[in-house]
């Protein structure tokens, strides 16, 4: 039975929110999306321009570049108005990390999906930890707030939003090791039947386990890449259908920077400096 979850008053997806959400629909039915996480408007302006279809955030990265750490460590209006920041930088559909959902409770996560929709996002991932670490919200309280959040998508006219389920199973090593794809399997369904469009295991990349999951899932599976872990062709093979970094390009970003900064700091060099994006390349990217 569904709940009524919806202010008196609900803002609504605009036509353009409503066309990139069916993009990004028929960008998520091809064998394989890559999804390059920014972190802000110049970092997606850079994705973009490197040929990203789509464009997803990372609240860690979101968080850092706000002076927060990450694990919901943010509030709601302020990873909204970053995420409206890096929607208005791109042409591209954005999805958007709304971490738990800023609270526990069903009308939390509706009161986020809501924002993020005023906001231009298409999507957003949901994940079912409690707190960073865990535990997890069992499996009928996390069913509940996601129908909340395809409810509140839906009543701001856009029902096409991907809401993208992400159990933290692997990632927080929950349970028993020989227990964990059970788990998620017996998770996936109940988010499918509640409402989720795809189920985010990040943690886990182990190519065979992949193989076995993506085989039973009722839904498309999205890994997350890691440095040194399987490539993108490899976690295509073995089933994934959408690939994303995480904080990986943030990471990136910030050990160039580091880099650079204490090459300057100690020999005063600056070949670290080389081959960064020229002035003029990165301007006109926000010249609008």
């Not at 990203?52 to 990265?61: F, L, Q, R, V």
């Not at 409206?84 to 930088?89: C, D, P």
């Not at 809501?114 to 996002?121: L, M």
């Not at 990349?205 to 399987?230: E, I």
Request: hydrophobic residues 50%; glycine residues 12%; negative net charge.
């Amino acid at each position: 039975m569904s709940v009524d979850i919806s202010p008196s008053v609900s803002p609504s997806a605009d036509a353009a929110t409503q066309r990139k959400a069916r993009l990004f629909r028929a960008l998520s039915a091809e064998p394989v999306l890559v999804l390059p996480n920014a972190w802000d408007a110049a970092s997606a302006a850079v994705i973009a321009a490197a040929g990203a279809t789509a464009i997803a955030t990372t609240s860690g990265g979101v968080s850092w570049s706000l002076g927060r750490g990450d694990g919901q460590r943010l509030g709601r209006d302020e990873m909204v108005e970053a995420a409206r920041r890096i929607v208005e930088s791109v042409g591209v559909p954005v999805t958007v990390d709304v971490e738990g959902g800023y609270g526990p409770d069903p009308a939390d996560v509706a009161a986020t999906v809501r924002a993020v929709v005023e906001a231009g996002a298409v999507g957003v991932n949901l994940e079912d930890s409690t707190a960073v670490g865990g535990p997890l919200f069992d499996v009928a309280e996390q069913s509940a707030r996601l129908r909340a959040a395809r409810q509140a998508a839906a009543a701001a006219s856009l029902p096409e939003l991907f809401v993208n389920a992400r159990t933290d199973v692997f990632l927080f090593g929950i349970g028993a090791s020989d227990g964990r794809l059970g788990e998620v399997l017996e998770r996936t369904e109940a988010y499918a039947e509640a409402g989720a469009d795809g189920i985010f295991v990040p943690g886990l990349l182990d190519l065979d386990a992949l193989n076995t999951l993506c085989a039973a899932s009722p839904l498309p599976v999205n890994a997350m890449a890691v440095a040194g872990g399987p490539s993108v062709t490899e976690l295509a093979q073995a089933g994934v259908g959408r690939v994303s970094l995480g904080t990986g390009l943030a990471q990136a970003a910030y050990a160039a920077t580091r880099r650079a900064a204490a090459e300057l700091l100690g020999t005063g060099g600056l070949t670290a400096l080389d081959g960064s994006l020229d002035f003029s390349e990165l301007d006109v990217l926000f010249r609008r």
